[in-house]
């Protein structure tokens, strides 16, 4: 299915320009609007819904539905309210979109049809919430419930953004001295060593047959660079790389614990939210395994779904698998008791979220002496290896 931007104009010859997804070529697109009363007048093929040039943050994402919610709940009707939120947008490219989804509610879509056509803008979460609150009569509640589950997903990539800055910056800033020594200083060391007529110890011979490497090569370098890139980029759309993949996320040294509860939180609190809005909890769970996307969760929640039709209790179901702490089936089991199952998980969910940021923390302590020590190490050996053939030297004078 392709994305294509197009101008039409409507019955009473006023132009409009949109952006329809899921198309398969422009004469469905002309029969499409010819349906809604309006005559294409032109229309290209758009490669990327979000381009570099139109990208849309999700930033923009949570401050659109927490704006929906409120104007919905005001009592304003939902093409009223995209209407006034199209008008409201910078951004052109989520112009277009919101443009593209009010004119197929007014033919008569449903809101998940509707936002449906562009997945790669809105989740499956997001698009599941606005099916259910449409079903069930809630959809201000659902889509506020939604805005602030957003919105915590937002602030959870930003801490672990803002956790692992300080070691990214330090990693680029000894990767900077390193090639600065490497490609500017060892080689006027080594065409003073050949004057010099000295025998070179094996770290400083490693040395500058790596500063050769890197100054007469490094057009290879960067082809090695980009076919790895590549070759990743292919690998990843395996299926069965991607399961070999995440499984070792989540069993990988050190970060497993850490990836562990990243993948029950997301899961947990995806369902939470999904039950709490009315939705069933096997079809809820089915979008919880969409919205984490590990192919490890895919398996559990396959087996959760059948545990629950066949007459087991959500704390029952969960208890079995290692990947959800106990806290979590207890929290379940409690909720169940009570009738406030989404609640007790969303609570487990938050619980959760506290042991992230304390393993972050731990983590971050840990890990800036081990990059200083590693970043001194490394420029040691660099040091140690320019200026050991000096030494031989001077003591031969001797």
Not at 48 to 68: A, H, N, P
Not at 187 to 210: G, S, W
Not at 355 to 383: H, N, Q, S, W
Request: charged share 25%; net charge positive.
């Amino acid at each position: 299915m392709a994305v294509y931007e197009y101008i039409a104009k409507d019955g009473n010859g006023n132009k409009f320009s949109g952006v329809c997804g899921d198309i398969e070529n422009i004469a469905i697109l002309r029969n499409d609007l010819a349906k809604m009363g309006d005559t294409l007048l032109k229309a290209k093929r758009r490669k990327s819904q979000t381009s570099k040039r139109g990208r849309i943050t999700q930033d923009e994402i949570v401050t659109f539905t927490f704006k929906l919610a409120g104007m919905c709940s005001a009592g304003l009707s939902i093409t009223g309210c995209l209407e006034t939120l199209e008008e409201q947008t910078p951004n052109n490219s989520f112009k277009q979109i919101l443009s593209d989804i009010r004119r197929n509610i007014s033919a008569g879509a449903t809101l998940k049809a509707a936002f449906g056509k562009h997945r790669e803008i809105f989740s499956d979460f997001f698009l599941g919430m606005l099916e259910a609150g449409q079903t069930g009569g809630k959809l201000s509640e659902t889509l506020e419930a939604s805005a602030v589950y957003l919105e915590k997903r937002l602030d959870f990539r930003r801490k672990i953004k803002s956790a692992f800055a300080y070691p990214v910056i330090v990693g680029f800033m000894c990767f900077g001295v390193i090639a600065a020594l490497v490609i500017f200083v060892i080689p006027v060391f080594a065409k003073l060593y050949r004057k010099m007529h000295v025998p070179l110890p094996v770290p400083t011979q490693i040395l500058i047959n790596l500063s050769v490497l890197v100054r007469d090569f490094w057009w290879a370098i960067l082809l090695v660079f980009a076919a790895m890139v590549l070759v990743w980029k292919f690998f990843r759309k395996d299926r069965r790389f991607k399961e070999k993949w995440d499984s070792f996320k989540l069993n990988m040294p050190i970060l497993a614990k850490f990836n562990r509860i990243v993948v029950a939180t997301q899961f947990i609190r995806t369902f939470a939210m999904m039950t709490s809005a009315g939705v069933p909890l096997v079809k809820a769970l089915e979008v919880a395994k969409e919205v984490v996307n590990n192919t490890k969760i895919s398996e559990i929640t396959a087996r959760l779904q059948q545990s629950i039709q066949a007459g087991n209790t959500v704390a029952y179901s969960l208890k079995d698998y290692e990947i959800f702490p106990p806290l979590i089936s207890q929290l379940a089991a409690s909720g169940e008791e009570a009738g406030k199952l989404s609640e007790m998980l969303n609570k487990g969910a938050d619980f959760l979220d506290k042991d992230i940021d304390r393993m972050m923390k731990a983590m971050l302590v840990k890990m800036e002496p081990a990059l200083t020590a590693i970043m001194g190490l490394v420029i040691g050996f660099i040091l140690i290896s320019v200026y050991l053939p000096m030494f031989d030297y001077m003591s031969h004078l001797e």
